[in-house]
T-cell receptor, first 114, second 113 residues
Framework: GAVVSQHPSWVICKSGTSVKIECRSLDFQATTMFWYRQFPKQSLMLMATSNEGSKATYEQGVEKDKFLINHASLTLSTLTVTSAHPEDSSFYIC??????????FGPGTRLTVL | DAKTTQPPSMDCAEGRAANLPCNHSTISGNEYVYWYRQIHSQGPQYIIHGLKNNETNEMASLIITEDRKSSTLILPHATLRDTAVYYCIVRVGGGNAGNMLTFGGGTRLMVKP
């Protein structure tokens, strides 16, 4: 099956700093990638839909100025958590959609903000 | 996308079949039933999907009722590594008409020795 990678797999940062998470589709091109957030013992919640070459579409309640998404190529999307605070600590997961409209998920990035 | 209802948790003995039910009574004619699972601290893993016919692959079988209002995911011989949260999702599938995946609460399957 198609492979999606994320980097880093985990990150610890100080409050007020910014953190960038990368999502790559390794063996296919993805015009659309999705970013999810998952808090402990909860389900995945969609944050935004990222389309290559255009602005991301954010779900209600997700601050676009805090969670910056860039999808500059067909194999890479990045999520930057700006001015991170402890409440942003979470498991961030991306998925990439291939030409058959099937979605493949990355392994996730665990962010801890101190 | 149609909503789904799953039991929050289930236990299964190792080596036995695990049958995970899902209700999707408001499913539309062009919506597929997808199953994903998430092992602790990992991203979701695709298992299987179907429209109206039963499906089988190397991981599992999917049984969809004739009225399509419910389905059952069957893991024929559960192992300890199958312990995970299983998500049943219905969505329009195929081509460029697909939508994002909306995750509900899922079923936490615990496979016990």
């Amino acid at each position: 099956g198609a492979v999606v990678s994320q980097h880093p797999s985990w990150v610890i940062c100080k409050s007020g700093t910014s953190v960038k998470i990368e999502c790559r589709s390794l063996d296919f091109q993805a015009t659309t990638m999705f970013w999810y957030r998952q808090f402990p013992k909860q389900s995945l919640m969609l944050m935004a839909t990222s389309n290559e070459g255009s602005k991301a579409t954010y779900e209600q309640g997700v601050e676009k100025d805090k969670f910056l998404i860039n999808h500059a190529s067909l194999t890479l999307s990045t999520l930057t958590v700006t001015s991170a605070h402890p409440e942003d600590s979470s498991f961030y997961i991306c998925s990439a959609r291939d030409h058959r409209d099937e979605q493949f998920f990355g392994p996730g990035t665990r962010l801890t903000v101190l | 996308d149609a909503k789904t209802t799953q039991p929050p948790s289930m236990d299964c003995a190792e080596g036995r079949a695990a049958n995970l039910p899902c209700n999707h009574s408001t499913i539309s004619g062009n919506e597929y039933v997808y199953w994903y699972r998430q092992i602790h601290s990992q991203g979701p893993q695709y298992i299987i999907h179907g429209l109206k016919n039963n499906e089988t692959n190397e991981m599992a079988s999917l049984i969809i009722t004739e009225d399509r209002k419910s389905s059952t995911l069957i893991l024929p011989h559960a192992t300890l590594r199958d312990t995970a949260v299983y998500y049943c999702i219905v969505r329009v599938g195929g081509g460029n008409a697909g939508n994002m995946l909306t995750f509900g609460g899922g079923t936490r399957l615990m496979v016990k020795p």
